[in-house]
């Protein structure tokens, strides 16, 4: 089962967290530091797994890849692959690459309920749900349509304008 | 109402919030925007309540409280709209956790949702439900759920089936409702339904053996076939994974077979050929190649024993390691470990590898690689293994060195085949890396050393030779002092030659250099130097030519600022001096150590610094039990020499190692008192005027001699040594003068009055001391009253002084308030708190404690910590 996914900039601020088992608001900060202060002390050409038995508890791994200014993180246990957990990192990453098409930082802070859409649609309840990111786009796709549609209609102020100026 | 407003305010508050410069603006921009969102609430305002929300779902991810919104989320999900629903469990999901009471009130909004006509809504109620649902959820909407796995979408097959998955997590009851739909989801071909549904199956026979009866009976086959046509496959762009067609299939496949097949010889032998498939077909030059033949390794490594493919499996982890990816090395390094277990010779043929990646520049990888190397070595392999990791250590990063150097002294502790090659190997790590190794190590070493009589002259020689070269490592150095006092005159005589040795020629004088040289050092610790005080007295007795230089150099410490030196230094040249009769006895060469009563003493002693000194007991195959003659007197000598060591943490283990003794003492008390002329003549010395026919308590008055008054001071006790003759048994305040030594006096049970104990210096850092008085209610022994007394020596006031106090689980600790929390400065004053300790191991195990003291100076946070290992033994 995955425990959290987190997104992470290379200055420690969190720019998304996901946490699939039950931490509270305060614990989370403290996770989301100690990874960051984990991952800015690791030095280049190493693997990209990290002990992480004191952070989240035994039979905890943690994988992590760098993107840019962002550090990609994945906390899972025993029961899934570490060398599948990278593949689906890509998976997401690619995903956001073709949703904003060539993603970067701002477009994952300014639209973050979007990016929580993605994932939703890519893990749920700590499980994979689906690992093609043509199907995942074709959800994603559907649910900005259903938004867009709705809010044409009723004309309720846009939850989330940047989606549909995009 | 501007529509368009929404969704620019949620943009300026983000970038409100990303043009802060400082954490103190951050918190003025959330304090604001937070205030208006909560006036917002409490105006019932509906049209904005969404745009608050998403705004609030920013606040929480960056760590502010977001509590008050809870309930926006629940009246957002009960709205129509779906832009209103999909911010709203969105929110739920992240605000709320499955512990809150709120979370009640959404199961009703849930069960319409997953029975809505728009499918969309029903995927934001699946997914809300799976990352949050309760076991009160959970069996309130197990029915609409398992509907939905017959859903005609496969969108929402999958998600209803990661649903199912959580809901029978929290209530395993639910399982056997769950599988026919289950296992039809498994006819799929839906590759997503199909990743989900063998996700469910196996989480199915996870929390319930009915399952995995029913599925090992009905599904193996079908399995077994459907991973067939997965890897035959013809390409599947979508699914593909950098040319590996659907890699999570597969793993999820392999997966569940491993479920299927562990414990089960029939299962495992319908999957033989498939893994042997999947083991020989599959790429490996890609990330994704790789992780199904990690995945594959995992399964043939756990079902049941077929030999050929554990080998073929084994082999691929081998593969691994020479991969240039250090992912692929590290889990390869990782299973490794496992496999051990299963199958360590075809480990072992991998041995070099794996010596290889010990080598890798990755910490983490060497780390494993270390790991899994000590757990390689045997008696067959060890000396080309260690030859290597000594080589390695040369070479080596400073910051593994330690690491390094710790497994290769406990490798070569438990399985030298020889002591020669035992001595050989260490004093080449301590050449090498003698900083880093643990004192118990060195110990080791002497002890082995003083039990080998017929290599005594050749490691005096060899050691003689090291120090030439590698004098800057200290525990190098201490081991040659210790070697070169009690074997000094074998290295002038070349006593003892072995065949492979070279002669060399040492004068007495080039020997005394050494130790000259050692305590003149600037980087000499105490306990060096106290070793090399010792050493010189021996010398000046084996060496007679030298006497007079010996004693300059020993009359040179009189001035030491450390008392210990001091007192020794002025004993010392008194022997050399005024005792010429009795000189000769006095430093005779150290009774052989006894290697048995030691290695249980660190057996013992070392209970918790992991498998690597638990492995170190000392069963050198050719070493001679030699009768433990007086070893109590020897390791005072030997010990005694890190007495001040003033931190209570460093000394450890020489105290354990006198704790252990001085229990001893009382109990053989006959034989290891037993009047010896030059040994008893040595103890009176060191305690310092006590009577020399009070036989079983001198040791006693050594060790306690914090209960004399506080008038005396050591340098007069010295000089004049008879005005001591009437020290008293009973535990008095401890003097200032002689706290350096009264950490000994704990271990000393004062006989008679059953219910009195020792008082001891439970804690001494630089300025704080604490004190713990001890007494017990009679007729019941379990329970120790504990009076501690904190007293604070610097000059300066601690306030917000804080005691904390931890013990192991069969003790129990109750603190009372303590006196005070201010600590008033230079010893004017104290703050008295008492504890009550129950020992449910009375008299089995004795007490422990692990203590924090937090405390201001000058306002500034403090924090001490430290363990308390000399209390009296039987409390």
Known sequence: ?166 | MNPFSSGTRLRDMIRAVRACKTAAEERAVIRKECAAIRAAISENDQDYRHRNLAKLMFIHMLGYPTHFGQMECLKLIAAAGFPEKRIGYLGLMLLLDERQEVLMLVTNSLKQDLNHSNQYIVGLALCALGNICSAEMARDLAPEVERLLQFRDPNIRKKAALCSIRIIKKVPDLAENFLNAAASLLKEKHHGVLITGVQLCTDLCRVSEEALEYFRKKCTESMVKLLKEVVNSPYMPEYDIAGIADPFLHIRLLRFLRVLGQGDADASDLMNDILAQVATKTESNKNAGNAILYECVETIMSIEDNSGLRVLAINILGRFLSNRDNNIRYVALNMLMKAITVDGQAVQRHRVTILECVKDNDASIRKRALELVYLLVNDTNVMPLVKELIEYLEVSDQDFKGELTAKICSIVEKFSPEKIWYIDQMLKVLSEAGNFVKAEVWHALIVVISNASDLHGYTVRSLYRAFQTSSEQESLVQVAVWCIGEYGEMLVNNVGMLNIEDPITVTESDAVDIIEIAIKRHSSDLTTQAMCLIALLKLSCRFPSCSQRIQEIIVQLKGSLLLELQQRSIEFSSIIEKHQNIRSTLVERMPVLDEATYSGKRAGSLPATGPTSNAASLNLPNGVAKPSAAPLIDLLDLSSDDVPAPSSSGGDFLQDLLGVDLSQAASLSGTSQAPKSGTDVLLDLLSIGSPPAQSSTSTADILSPGQDNTSVSTLQRISSPSSLSAQGSSPAQAAPMMDLLDGFSSSLPVAGNGLTYPSIVAFESNSLRINFDFSKTPGNPQATLIQAKFSNSSPNVYTDFIFQAAVPKFLQLHLDPASGNTLPASGNGSITQSLRVTNNQHGKKPLVMRIRIAYKVNGKDTLEEGQINNFPRDL
Request: proline share 3%; charged share 25%.
């Open chain 1, 1 to 166: 089962m995955i425990k959290a996914v987190l997104v992470i900039n290379d200055k420690g601020k969190p720019r998304l967290s996901k946490f699939y088992e039950f931490q509270p608001p305060e614990k989370q900060q403290e996770l989301i530091r100690s990874v960051y202060g984990v991952l800015c002390s690791r030095p280049e050409n190493v693997s990209n797994f990290v002990q992480s038995n004191q952070l989240f508890g035994l039979d905890s791994r943690l994988v992590y890849k760098t993107f840019a200014t962002l550090y990609f993180v994945f906390i899972f246990d025993s029961s899934e692959n570490e060398l599948a957990m990278l593949d689906l990192m890509q998976v997401f990453v690619e995903t956001l690459d073709k949703c904003f098409s060539n993603v970067c930082e701002l477009d994952i802070v300014f639209n973050f309920s979007k990016v929580h859409t993605i994932l939703d649609e890519i893990i749920l309840g700590g499980q994979v749900l689906e690992t093609s990111s043509t199907e995942i786009m074709k959800a994603v796709d559907e649910i900005s349509r259903l938004e867009k549609a709705s809010n044409a209609m009723t004309l309720v102020p846009k939850s989330i304008a940047t989606w549909q100026s995009r």
